[in-house]
């Protein structure tokens, strides 16, 4: 009997990313449009102090580098948190941690991000084409189905192009006669009188690092993650400490504070402060390369979310498929496609709800950090001995320090009663919609408790 090719190949990731790669993910994901919104409106509100909450903010997103970086090293697996959770928790928290935390999450982000690119171009180029965000969703849904080697070449170009729109924008200030915003005898006194208000102020810094972990999935096709991943989430670190700061600082200088914390699209009043077309042009470049990279990324990183959970039987099967010629999760690219097309169309032409879509993310995000500090402490107590490429620095410091900040983020994270409202409509009906999937899911189709964990040899082999 002849067996062709195909039926006998095995079908799995490849093993292709080095350490640029991993790098341009993890600084691609985090350096979002909406980042700097967050940054910008911050500089607005707090002034000089908002460079402390910048600080603040910077602490704990290290805490949560250290703490994804000793669970993803210890199961390397492209399931990600859901991999860590089932084994800490069991297969019920995995699956709400993952589809609330992470796809819905990712869901609520990319519409956001792609509405803000248009909010942009249409300030810029009026009458621009309608659907631009849409086109953009599609084209990269296709290029990340066509395999990773071809998502790996359109994201460095991407990051690489924005890194630079980043730092033209930011040293530009530095040559400017007609800054309108601080002086430097108010930025000295605003340091000074910083008091505990700034921890409101740290809310709002703590979204624009929030994201660094999306690289995690890519673990099985990293050639070298021991080395790579570490470098990758650490040096993005410090990059973005840069970049936020100097953003945020030539906010300060050139726009009137109230003007950059009332507006929706603060990046953009930057650039008209500099009177130059380049600016002009520097800030379309920073708006299309910040959005179609995060979207990129989200689309290359949460299928693998999909196809981890397929493999402890969590989701369905066709989600473990792998593509036999290009070797990607085609069928969870497609869905997860879907899912992010659904609040674009529906709410596209409506620029009043970005707000609401960041926050009802970012509240999301809180919970899956501190769930994943949690896991740390489980493991490091079930699986004292177990092989740990990376441990944690002063544990457990950092993931205490975490959960606590994150707690305090999470209480503190809407800007307004309205915001807030629609934002605890939007979680309560997720998590709920998680909940009832998980339940069935675990005990009807898995047979299996809720709260069981998985032995952590058997979650490495699926």
């Known amino acids: 009997m002849n067996v062709s090719p195909l039926q006998t190949k095995q079908l799995s990731l490849k093993k292709v990313l080095g350490f640029s790669s991993l790098f341009v993910v993890a600084i691609g994901n985090v350096t979002s449009q909406s980042s700097f919104v967050s940054i910008l409106n911050g500089a607005g509100q707090g002034g000089a102090s908002f460079l402390i909450a910048l600080l603040l903010a910077a602490i704990l997103t290290l805490c949560y580098i250290f703490t994804y970086l000793e669970l993803s090293l210890m199961m390397p697996k492209a399931g990600g948190p859901g991999t860590y959770t089932t084994v800490a928790m069991g297969n019920f928290p995995a699956i709400v941690l993952v589809l609330c935390g992470y796809i819905a999450v990712s869901a609520f982000s990319i519409p956001s991000e792609l509405m803000l690119m248009k909010r942009v171009l249409e300030t810029a180029f009026p009458g ?149 077309k380049t600016a002009t042009f520097i800030i379309v470049v920073f708006a299309i390369t910040t959005s179609s990279s995060t979207v990129n990324i989200l689309l290359a990183t949460t299928p693998r979310l999909f196809y981890g959970m397929a493999h402890h039987n969590q989701l369905p099967a066709i989600f473990k498929k792998i593509h036999p010629r290009w070797d990607t999760p085609w069928f969870g690219i497609l869905i997860f496609a879907a899912l992010a097309a659904i609040p674009l169309l529906l709410f596209g032409e409506k620029g009043d709800v970005i707000i609401m879509l960041i926050t009802s993310a970012a509240s999301l995000w809180l919970v899956a950090y501190i769930i994943s500090h949690i896991n740390v402490l489980i493991l490091r107590r079930r699986y004292k001995d177990f092989k740990r490429p990376f441990k944690t620095p002063l544990y457990p410091w950092p993931q205490i320090i975490g959960i606590t900040g994150m707690s305090y983020a999470l209480w503190n994270n809407s800007p307004s009663a309205d915001i807030q409202k629609q934002v605890l409509i939007n979680s309560t009906i997720i998590i709920g919609i998680a909940i009832i999937y998980g339940i069935f899911r675990v005990k009807y189709t898995m047979k299996k408790k809720l709260f069981e964990p998985v032995p952590i040899e058997q979650a490495i082999a699926d």
């Not at 200030?173 to 002086?183: H, L, N, R, Y």
């Not at 008091?195 to 690289?215: C, H, I």
């Open 128 to 276: 621009i084409y309608q659907h631009l965000g849409l086109v953009i969703l599609i084209l990269l849904t296709i290029l990340n189905v066509l395999g990773i080697d071809i998502f790996s070449s359109v994201q460095n170009l991407i990051v690489y192009i924005m890194i630079v729109a980043i730092l033209l924008l930011g040293f530009e200030t530095f040559g400017t006669a007609q800054a309108q915003g601080i002086d430097a005898a108010t930025f000295k006194k605003e340091i000074l009188d910083t008091n505990f208000s700034v921890l409101s102020l740290m809310t709002l810094a703590l979204w624009s690092f929030a994201g660094l972990e999306f690289v995690c999935p890519l673990i099985e096709e990293s050639k070298r993650p021991e080395k790579d991943l570490p470098r990758a989430m650490l040096i993005s670190f410090f990059l973005l400490i840069i970049f936020y700061g100097l953003i945020a600082l030539a906010g300060m200088i050139q726009v009137p504070a109230a003007d950059l914390a009332s507006s929706d699209i603060p990046h953009w009043l930057l650039a008209q402060a500099f009177y130059s």
